[in-house]
């Protein structure tokens, strides 16, 4: 699995939100969240830094899992 999907996985766990919590504060289905997490879906730019905005982490964390 791709170190992004694994990252977003991780840190909405850590923060204890659910998929479905997640999409609600991004206004984005939970089906999003749940391809992005598979990585069968790549976040766009602008998902990015609107995950780090929910997920209260820096746009970089998740781009640095992008690199490799």
């Known amino acids: 699995m791709h170190e992004t999907a694994n990252k977003i996985k991780e840190l909405r ?3 204890g939100f659910s998929q479905e919590e997640l999409a609600a504060r991004l206004d984005i289905s939970p089906s ?3 391809r992005m997490e598979s990585d069968l879906k790549k976040p766009s730019l602008d998902m990015i830094f609107r995950l780090a ?3 209260n982490i820096k746009p970089d964390e998740l781009i640095k899992g992008m690199e490799g």
Request: aromatic residues 12%.
């Open 53 to 55: 905005g929910a997920l």
């Open 13 to 15: 766990s850590r923060r």
């Open 32 to 34: 999003y969240i749940s």
